[in-house]
């Protein structure tokens, strides 16, 4: 099982990244999948969530308007598309994959992707 975070790097305030996240390993569709983020000495926060058909997104109040996740499941791929970005946005970008059965749980995390939001 391997998830791939690329896309990451320094960006200047008001500017724009596409962040990708690739996996194998495991059934993709049947997962859904998630952004989050961490800064050194804080927990990690939840940015955006995508169901496992793509059907249903959630975002977290501090991206909503700004950021879009989706995904393909035919590539095995999520998105994360920033626009407008902000300083606070500087973080590691982390993806997540979970799938819950009726037998147990499952979830993946991916190495993390640095993002530098910086004049």
């Known amino acids: 099982v391997q998830l791939v975070e690329s896309g990451g790097g320094l960006v200047h305030p008001g500017g724009s990244l596409r962040l990708s996240c690739t996996a194998s390993?495991?059934?993709?569709?049947?997962?859904?999948m998630s952004w989050y983020r961490q800064v050194a000495g804080k927990e990690r926060e939840l940015v955006a969530s995508i169901s496992g058909g793509g059907s249903h997104t959630d975002y977290a109040d501090f991206v909503k308007g700004r950021f879009t996740i989706s995904r393909d499941n035919n590539k095995d791929a999520m998105y994360l598309h920033m626009n407008s970005l902000k300083p606070e946005d500087t973080a590691v970008y982390y993806c997540?994959?979970?799938?819950?059965?009726?037998?147990?749980?499952?979830?993946?995390w991916g190495q993390g992707t640095q993002v530098t939001v910086s004049s």
């Open positions: 390993g495991f059934s993709f569709s049947r997962y859904n």
């Open positions: 997540y994959a979970k799938r819950v059965a009726t037998w147990g749980v499952y979830d993946y």
